[in-house]
């Protein structure tokens, strides 16, 4: 479904509050929600659409992209918004075997595809688990300080997810 004209800035998601400073809720003139994921350059969006097409032939949920638009001044990516879905970080229960299983998958297409910047802040828990933000994809593994980041979920789950 792709958001009619205009396009206007709502707000930013209570659940990324504190997270993200980039990510916001925006409407159409229907009234209808989406998110906009402002991007600063053209490699975050090419990085962004690639990953995303990658994830869908590989069977990794991630929110799907609709249009790419400038709102309010600010070029972006519009996406579906996941009202009721909260942050991995913030769950406070343990993941059951299929929630488990999603995650791994996860895991495995970062390393496909050089996620650098996979942690918990980034995952959706909602009827299943969503990746987003993919703009550091596709890195170089020599460039220098950059390595793979541990999701913080080893308290919840009570074991590591390379599992």
Do not use: W
Request: hydrophobic fraction near 45%; charged fraction near 30%; include cysteine.
């Amino acid at each position: 479904m792709i958001p009619e004209e205009p396009i206007r800035l709502v707000k930013l998601p209570a659940q990324f509050k504190g997270v993200f400073s980039n990510v916001y809720v925006c409407k159409d003139r229907a009234g209808r929600e989406f998110l906009f994921k402002e991007a600063k350059s053209q490699k975050v969006v090419l990085n962004e659409l690639l990953a995303h097409r990658i994830a869908k032939v590989v069977g990794v949920s991630v929110l799907d992209f609709l249009d790419r638009k400038t709102v309010e001044g600010k070029d972006g990516l519009v996406m579906t918004y996941l009202k009721d879905a909260t942050l991995l970080a913030m769950y406070g229960r343990s993941l059951n075997r299929d929630q488990l299983r999603e995650l791994q998958r996860i895991v495995v297409f970062d390393l496909l595809i050089g996620n650098r910047d996979r942690h918990s802040a980034n995952v959706l828990v909602g009827k299943h688990l969503v990746a987003f933000d993919h703009g550091r994809v596709f890195v170089d593994k020599s460039a220098v300080g950059m390595k793979f980041v541990k999701l913080e979920v080893g308290r919840i789950l009570d074991k590591d997810y390379v599992d």
